[in-house]
């Protein structure tokens, strides 16, 4: 990716920043203090005051960044003041994407304290902002994915009424963060659902148009890759490409589990890294032979590592409709080269991905729908 960062711009101080720091001028700085002041009680200065900077920094380096994804108000005239707001988050949107930073100063712990009720606040990406005043700098630390926001909830809750996220929970490269800002954006994200007490952006992928031979718009935006049909390997080699592999995963199921996969059986896969781990997930579906007065149709997952990466012992594929869990598999021993998981449900029926492992880290795919 393009650093549209200029020179002089990468070293203050005698010191370089990454492409996801920015500095601050003393005018901001002058800017933030008089906003702080005039909205907050004396208690609260502070962190409002750590709050503007991280909002100002995050503002100025989507500015430099992707300019078109450039805040509505990049004046920043004001905060948000309602009372139920925590003390220690701020928001920024991007036309229909609201972005709720969470401000910390130098952190020396292995979690970041999110306040529970931000949660009824209705944001689509959660983003660490550190901000070192003393140095004027701020930097965007890293993000969590849509799909890792119903894992919060999972998550005790503290006595100050905070969830403790792990810092590895976060994905820590920035550049993906703009990525899935300009995906957000460009897809016109749904409004979020006013009672939403976790909103996520959670459009579905429907995969009856891989049928077709095609991908919707969300499974595009999310950069699944559609296969070919079905076709016997050709050979061994030591690299394999995401067909090859396909290929020879789906013939292991049908000759060693007994798989019946027919010859209209579609699959696409997404390559993605999550906890220092490279993982691919292959997905194929049909429609099953009608043998009742329900049409049905099947939804097929590997879960595997790009090559090269060897899987975690603990690892978990769940799969689950909108009443129960109704696959779990778990990866016991870390020779196991992938997971895999079927599930059948009605036409009008969705199923919803959970990837997991035992330190409680966990992603929420968007829902697998079979729509006509």
């Given at each position: 990716?393009?650093?549209?960062?200029?020179?002089?711009?990468?070293?203050?101080?005698?010191?370089?920043?990454?492409?996801?720091?920015?500095?601050?001028?003393?005018?901001?700085?002058?800017?933030?203090?008089?906003?702080?002041?005039?909205?907050?009680?004396?208690?609260?200065?502070?962190?409002?005051?750590?709050?503007?900077?991280?909002?100002?920094?995050?503002?100025?380096?989507?500015?430099?960044?992707?300019?078109?994804?450039?805040?509505?108000?990049?004046?920043?005239?004001?905060?948000?003041?309602?009372?139920?707001?925590?003390?220690?988050?701020?928001?920024?949107?991007?036309?229909?994407?609201?972005?709720?930073?969470?401000?910390?100063?130098?952190?020396?712990?292995?979690?970041?304290?999110?306040?529970?009720?931000?949660?009824?606040?209705?944001?689509?990406?959660?983003?660490?902002?550190?901000?070192?005043?003393?140095?004027?700098?701020?930097?965007?630390?890293?993000?969590?994915?849509?799909?890792?926001?119903?894992a919060v909830t999972n998550l005790p809750v503290q006595e100050d009424q905070t969830y403790l996220l792990p810092i590895d929970w976060f994905n820590a490269e920035p550049?993906?963060?703009?990525?899935?800002?300009?995906?957000?954006?460009?897809?016109?994200?749904?409004?979020?659902?006013?009672?939403?007490?976790?909103?996520?952006?959670?459009?579905?992928?429907?995969?009856?148009?891989?049928?077709?031979?095609?991908?919707?718009?969300?499974?595009?935006?999310?950069?699944?890759?559609?296969?070919?049909?079905?076709?016997?390997?050709?050979?061994?080699?030591?690299?394999?490409?995401?067909?090859?592999?396909?290929?020879?995963?789906?013939?292991?199921?049908?000759?060693?589990?007994?798989?019946?996969?027919?010859?209209?059986?579609?699959?696409?896969?997404?390559?993605?890294?999550?906890?220092?781990?490279?993982?691919?997930?292959?997905?194929?579906?049909?429609?099953?032979?009608?043998?009742?007065?329900?049409?049905?149709?099947?939804?097929?997952?590997?879960?595997?590592?790009?090559?090269?990466?060897?899987?975690?012992?603990?690892?978990?594929?769940?799969?689950?409709?909108?009443?129960?869990?109704?696959?779990?598999?778990?990866?016991?021993?870390?020779?196991?080269?992938?997971?895999?998981?079927?599930?059948?449900?009605?036409?009008?029926?969705?199923?919803?991905?959970?990837?997991?492992?035992?330190?409680?880290?966990?992603?929420?795919?968007?829902?697998?729908?079979?729509?006509?």
């Open positions: 990716m393009i650093d549209h960062f200029k020179e002089n711009d990468a070293i203050v101080s005698g010191k370089f920043l990454s492409p996801a720091s920015i500095s601050l001028t003393p005018e901001q700085l002058d800017q933030a203090i008089a906003l702080s002041e005039s909205l907050s009680t004396p208690a609260q200065q502070w962190q409002n005051y750590i709050n503007i900077l991280a909002r100002m920094g995050v503002e100025q380096w989507i500015q430099k960044r992707v300019p078109q994804l450039a805040p509505i108000d990049p004046a920043f005239n004001e905060l948000p003041t309602h009372e139920n707001l925590p003390e220690s988050l701020c928001f920024l949107t991007l036309g229909e994407v609201t972005l709720c930073l969470i401000a910390t100063e130098m952190l020396y712990e292995s979690a970041i304290p999110l306040p529970r009720t931000a949660l009824d606040h209705q944001a689509h990406f959660y983003v660490w902002v550190e901000v070192l005043e003393e140095l004027e700098e701020v930097t965007v630390r890293g993000f969590l994915w849509p799909e890792s926001i119903p550049d993906q963060l703009l990525l899935s800002l300009r995906t957000a954006t460009q897809a016109a994200a749904s409004p979020l659902p006013a009672t939403s007490p976790h909103p996520v952006l959670q459009q579905a992928i429907n995969v009856q148009r891989w049928l077709a031979n095609q991908l919707d718009q969300v499974a595009q935006d999310l950069s699944w890759v559609l296969l070919p049909p079905l076709s016997p390997s050709l050979g061994f080699r030591p690299v394999r490409s995401p067909v090859e592999e396909f290929n020879e995963v789906m013939m292991e199921l049908v000759n060693h589990y007994g798989l019946t996969l027919p010859s209209e059986a579609r699959g696409a896969y997404r390559d993605f890294q999550w906890e220092s781990l490279a993982l691919r997930l292959y997905v194929v579906t049909w429609q099953l032979p009608l043998t009742g007065t329900v049409p049905e149709w099947t939804l097929l997952l590997v879960l595997s590592g790009q090559p090269g990466i060897i899987l975690r012992p603990g690892l978990r594929l769940q799969v689950q409709d909108e009443h129960q869990i109704l696959e779990e598999p778990v990866l016991t021993d870390a020779s196991q080269p992938y997971l895999y998981a079927q599930v059948i449900g009605s036409l009008s029926e969705q199923f919803r991905v959970t990837i997991s492992l035992t330190t409680g880290s966990a992603i929420t795919l968007p829902p697998f729908t079979f729509e006509e």
